[in-house]
């Protein structure tokens, strides 16, 4: 059974760093093709991708917010870590991090985000 | 980086009827690379379609998924009480990004 939940500090101030961890099971990051994202949904809006790292360490960002985003992983405590500088209150949301996993079939192959965790609030304010 | 459009934003239909939602991306996107996702309050987002027309394990078959090049379709034949949720478009063909969402609501 495939399992991600997130944890992350609920309340912090502007310009302090976010450090999240996603902690999970039923999966081996080191798997070919496994792959962990970071993705936030602020209060009545729609979904952000923020960050993906794969089995070999390969690390991808949200253009806009790339200079501000940390993706890392920690194989054998299955855990996968986003650090974001700067906050601010824009960046209130509920932070989800989510398996993306290959499945090939028919001569394609496809990517899709199957699990996910249930997400965990942060508030940034003064 | 591809941005999503999604029309309509809010669709009302009542149970039995038919939902046709759809998405049109700024620049082609592979249907390889488009999926669609459902998302009820206060949980999680849940893969409907991937590949642009397959559906995810334990998807109903009453979900389809259309479309290729810039513009994709999501059906869903006789709406279910719980099919009443948030659908929001996806591409991973550049990066990743999401479209604004379709409130589905009961009228």
């Known amino acids: 059974q495939v399992t991600l939940t997130e944890s992350g500090p609920a309340l912090m101030n502007p310009t302090q760093t976010l450090t999240l961890t996603c902690s999970f099971s039923g999966f081996s990051l080191s798997t070919r093709g496994m792959c962990v994202s970071w993705i936030r949904q602020s209060p009545g809006k729609a979904l952000e991708w923020l960050a993906l790292?794969?089995?070999?360490?390969?690390?991808f960002y949200s253009p806009s917010l790339k200079t501000r985003l940390t993706i890392s992983k920690d194989t054998s405590r299955n855990e996968v870590v986003l650090r974001m500088t700067n906050m601010g209150p824009g960046d209130t949301a509920t932070y989800f991090c989510a398996r993306n996993q290959q499945i090939c079939a028919n001569n394609a192959c496809y990517r899709l985000f199957d699990h996910w965790g249930q997400g965990t609030p942060i508030t940034v304010s003064a | 980086e591809i941005v999503l459009t999604q029309s309509p934003g809010t669709l009302s239909l009542s149970p039995g009827e038919r939902a046709t939602l759809s998405c049109r991306a700024s620049?082609?996107?592979?249907?390889?690379?488009f999926a669609w996702y459902q998302q009820k309050p206060g949980q999680a987002p849940r893969v409907l379609i991937y590949?642009?027309?397959h559906r995810a394990t334990g998807v109903p078959d009453r979900f389809s998924g259309s479309g290729s090049g810039t513009d994709f379709t999501l059906t869903i034949t006789r709406l279910e009480p719980e099919d009443f949720a948030v659908y929001y478009c996806h591409q991973h063909g550049l990066s990743f990004t999401f479209g604004p969402g379709t409130r589905l609501d009961i009228k």
């Open positions: 790292i794969d089995w070999d360490d390969d690390k």
């Open positions: 590949g642009a027309s």
């Open positions: 620049q082609t996107v592979s249907s390889d690379y």
